[in-house]
């Protein structure tokens, strides 16, 4: 469109040696280049997508290692489960198409998986700071951040000896500059809070060790730039309070729950939590000129469709579409997909409401593939970016 008619009203002015017409021009073209500053700034053509975090964006790490997401995950996109907590996609696999990237597969998957344009380190249940319980106990990930970064050096270092091999492995993993040039994105720091009130902490003592989690974070971040990342994309966290896993286990008083039924003190932790993460990647950004940060505000826009759902065309903001029993359809002991024995007979009673398009939430923790588009429709463009960039601008550090 710019350059159209910018190009329009040039070759009109080519047989007129007007003055007038010559200064009319140069202050169009003044307009254009002042109030499309994109124009300069061309798209970063990232090679390859390397993510870290926890279910909010695992494609199978956990289900790699410790067994498969059962059915009915996967049946509004995949068909079938896809190693994903949701129905469908997931906001990382939004991202992926939306550069013209494949799917990422998860690194902990040894079956099948093609590392040529990157790799996911996120697991289901992951945190930033190292838990002092197994999975077993306490559900939480052993695979914190710390671990995923391990993780990342050495598929660098070993990618490279086996890329140098060619033949087939010049088909699966990534030449040595897209680390570089790579989109490194991280959406982690929901299980470190929920962590805290699952060990039955005060809102204030979560609250209190948020500094810790976040100087572990700022570990990992110059970790990754130490092995060459350059361009990070840093989602905050979402409104746990929100989330029937968390309102189920943990009952508040009437007073602490707001008008879209969210408890409020989890809230404010998420949002203390992301103030303080804001910060942190305002210092990265001093620490690390030669890097790029994109602070992505999801909390603001998972708030703004739980709290007005039928502006945005869903339903039952609270309640998950699967699960099994009780005001929110989430019960801990049987999950989406879960059965129980009935005179020796498996029956599934984790099932699916049969309408996901209509939801946001999927299983009481994470959200449906209709809710991750939504989110991502409204992140990609820069509208809750901080700088204003765009997913595919995210090499730029600002646009001009
Ligand atoms: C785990 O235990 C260590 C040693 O007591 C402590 O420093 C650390 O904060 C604990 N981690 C968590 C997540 O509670
Ligand atoms: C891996 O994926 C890339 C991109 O989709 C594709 O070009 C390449 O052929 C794949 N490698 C193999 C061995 O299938
Ligand atoms: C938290 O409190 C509940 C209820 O009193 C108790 O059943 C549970 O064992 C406690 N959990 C921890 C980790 O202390
Ligand atoms: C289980 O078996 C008993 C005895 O055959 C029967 O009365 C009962 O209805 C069965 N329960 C279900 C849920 O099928
Ligand atoms: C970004 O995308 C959203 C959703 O499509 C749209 O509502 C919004 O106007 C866009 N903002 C800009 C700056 O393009």
Not at 258 to 277: H, M, S, T, Y
Not at 310 to 338: D, M, Q, T
Not at 359 to 371: P, S
Request: aromatic share 12%; charged share 15%; proline share 6%.
């Amino acid at each position: 469109m710019v350059s159209l008619s910018l190009s329009l009203s040039l070759s009109r002015c080519c047989c007129c040696s007007n003055k007038f017409t010559t200064v009319l021009v140069a202050s169009v073209l003044l307009v254009v280049l002042v109030s499309f500053p994109e124009v300069s700034a061309s798209p970063c053509d990232f090679p390859a997508i390397f993510n870290f975090g926890d279910s909010n964006s695992d494609t199978g790490g956990l289900s790699a290692a410790f067994g498969p997401a059962p059915p009915p995950n996967g049946e509004t996109f995949f068909g079938a489960p896809a190693g994903r907590y949701s129905d469908g996609r997931l906001i990382i696999d939004f991202i992926a198409q939306s550069l013209g990237l494949p799917y990422l597969n998860a690194y902990l998957d040894s079956v099948g998986t093609n590392f040529s344009h990157g790799a996911n380190f996120a697991t289901a249940g992951s945190t930033i700071r190292r838990q002092n319980t197994t999975l077993f106990q306490s559900g939480y990930s052993p695979f914190s951040l710390d671990v995923q970064s391990w993780q990342f050096s050495q598929f660098k270092a070993r990618s490279q000896l086996a890329y140098a091999k060619g033949g087939v492995f010049k088909d699966l993993l990534p030449p040595e500059d897209y680390f570089s040039r790579a989109l490194y994105t991280f959406d982690i720091g929901q299980n470190d809070l929920t962590s805290g009130y699952f060990q039955n902490m005060t809102t204030e003592e979560v609250k209190a060790y948020i500094p810790d989690v976040l100087n572990k974070f700022t570990i990992v971040i110059k970790s990754v730039y130490g092995e060459g990342g350059r361009f990070f994309w840093i989602h905050n966290t979402g409104p746990f309070g929100c989330l029937p896993y968390v309102l189920d286990r943990i009952p508040l008083m009437a007073p602490q729950v707001d008008r879209a039924g969210c408890g409020v003190p989890f809230n404010e932790v998420a949002q203390l939590f992301n103030l303080k993460l804001k910060e942190t990647i305002a210092h990265l950004r001093k620490d690390l000129p030669l890097a790029t940060f994109t602070y992505v505000d999801v909390y603001s826009v998972k708030y703004s469709i739980i709290s007005e759902p039928r502006k945005h065309g869903f339903e039952h903001p609270l309640v998950a579409c699967c699960g099994h029993g009780g005001k929110y359809n989430y019960n801990v002991r049987v999950g989406c997909g879960g059965k129980i024995k009935v005179n020796g007979t498996e029956v599934l009673i984790g099932k699916s409401c049969g309408e996901p398009l209509k939801r946001i939430n999927w299983d009481g923790v994470h959200y449906t593939e209709a809710g991750n588009r939504y989110v991502f429709d409204q992140i990609s463009n820069g509208t809750y970016s901080d700088p204003p960039i765009s997913v595919r601008m995210a090499c730029h550090k600002q646009l001009q």
